[in-house]
């Protein structure tokens, strides 16, 4: 089987179905490399798919890019990045433009768009601490 042409096809069918390339249909984290990722590790009854090789249709977002680095596959192969896509692409969300995501996560935290409050317990440490 030929990936990259399965992912290719896989986007274009779900942007047919009036999706959107990565997915995510009504379900803003139901992205493609997440869904694979989660179906992969369920298939595998793992949490590391070490020996897996996983195609992209693009260079992944933060949330994604985060997903891939939890589950450790051999590598990821994508096929188009963010700067070629970027004059097809819009969005409607309020935090989020294409341009700057990325920059927002090395952002201090009380310096990102997205408005985030600490409400510390210790209760919530000690969870950690089991």
Known sequence: MNFAEHTI??????????????????????????????????????EHLTDCEIYVLASPCPMCLGSLYYCSPKKVIYLTTREEYSAYYTDNRKYFELETSYDEYSKLIGER??????EPRKEALEVYAL
């Open 9 to 46: 096809n896989l986007a274009k069918e779900n942007v047919r179905n009036g999706g959107r390339p990565f997915a995510c249909t009504h379900d803003p984290t139901a992205r493609a490399e997440i869904l694979a990722v989660r179906a992969a590790c369920m298939k595998l009854q793992t």
């Open 113 to 118: 768009r997205l408005p985030m409050v600490k």
